[in-house]
C-alpha cells in the first residue's frame, strides 16, 4: 500500500517566521507534488518534483520553494509566512508509468 | 477561465437516487481524465480513469465528450457513504501534472 506522510496535521505560525513542511512516500515514486487547497479554488499546484534535486514551478510558486535531497523526501518552504498563505497542504507522489497521484493526509497551516 | 470546471453544488439526495455531475475542461489538447473522491478532512483519492469509450465501475459510470469538452459521472442507486466530494481532473498534453477542478459537493440522506 502506498504511503504518503506529511510531517505536521496541524499547524500554527506567526507571520514572518520560516515554515518547513515535509514529505515523504515510501513507494520509490519519481514524482512529488506540493499542493494548496483553498474552499473554491480547490487544489492549485505549487512546485512539483521529477528527480532527485529537480524542481519546476507550478501555478502558484510565489512566496514559496522546495528541496528535494532524497528521493523519497519533498520539502516544502515558506521563507516568510504571510497570512495569505493560511491554507490546508497536500503533498502527492505518483509514478513515470501512472498518472494516479497518492496524496498524503496535508498539514493544515494557520499564520497568525 | 478556469481549465477545469465543475458546479459546487451542494447535491443533496436521497438514498437509492441516480445522481450525475459533469465538468468542463478548456485545453483540447487534455490527454487522461480521472475522478477523485475526497471525503471531509480527508485526503484526495482516485475513483477511477475516464476512458473515451467510457467505462464503468460497479454503481460508477465515466463519460467523456472531447468535442464538446465535458466528462461526466454518474452515481446510481446513491448510499450514504457516496456523501463526499467529487473532483474532476485532467491531465495535460505532456508530463505528470494534473489539473483539478474545485470539486462538486455530493450529500446523500436517509
Known amino acids: 500500500d502506498v504511503k504518503v506522510t506529511q510531517s505536521s496535521r496541524y499547524l500554527v505560525k506567526r507571520t514572518g517566521e520560516k515554515v518547513f513542511l515535509e514529505c515523504v512516500q515510501d513507494?520509490?515514486?519519481?514524482?512529488m507534488f506540493w499542493y494548496r487547497q483553498d474552499p473554491g479554488l480547490g487544489l492549485r499546484l505549487i512546485y512539483f518534483?521529477?528527480?532527485?534535486?529537480?524542481?519546476e514551478k507550478g501555478d502558484i510558486p510565489e512566496g514559496y520553494s522546495v528541496s528535494r535531497e532524497k528521493k523519497e523526501r519533498f520539502s516544502l518552504i515558506l521563507e516568510s509566512a504571510s497570512t495569505n498563505q493560511t491554507s490546508m497542504y497536500l503533498c502527492?507522489?505518483?509514478?513515470?508509468?501512472?498518472?494516479?497521484?497518492?496524496f498524503g493526509p496535508g498539514t493544515r497551516l494557520t499564520v497568525t | 477561465r478556469k481549465e477545469v470546471e465543475q458546479d459546487p453544488g451542494p447535491f443533496n439526495v436521497p438514498e437509492g437516487a441516480t445522481v450525475a455531475f459533469n465538468c468542463t475542461y478548456s485545453?483540447?489538447?487534455?490527454?487522461?481524465f480521472f475522478w477523485y473522491r475526497q471525503d471531509c478532512r480527508k485526503e484526495p483519492k482516485l475513483l477511477m480513469s475516464?476512458?473515451?469509450s467510457g467505462n464503468e465501475d460497479g454503481r460508477f459510470t465515466a463519460q467523456l465528450n472531447r468535442a464538446s469538452q465535458y466528462i461526466s459521472l454518474l452515481i446510481r442507486d446513491s448510499k450514504l457513504s457516496d456523501s463526499a466530494t467529487y473532483l474532476c481532473v485532467v491531465r495535460m498534453e505532456y508530463g505528470n501534472k494534473l489539473v483539478f477542478g474545485a470539486g462538486t459537493i455530493l450529500r446523500v440522506k436517509s
Open positions: 513507494m520509490d515514486h519519481e514524482n
Open positions: 518534483s521529477y528527480d532527485v534535486k529537480m524542481k
Open positions: 475516464v476512458y473515451s
Open positions: 502527492a507522489s505518483s509514478t513515470d508509468r501512472a498518472y494516479e497521484q497518492y
Open positions: 485545453n483540447s489538447a487534455s490527454q487522461s
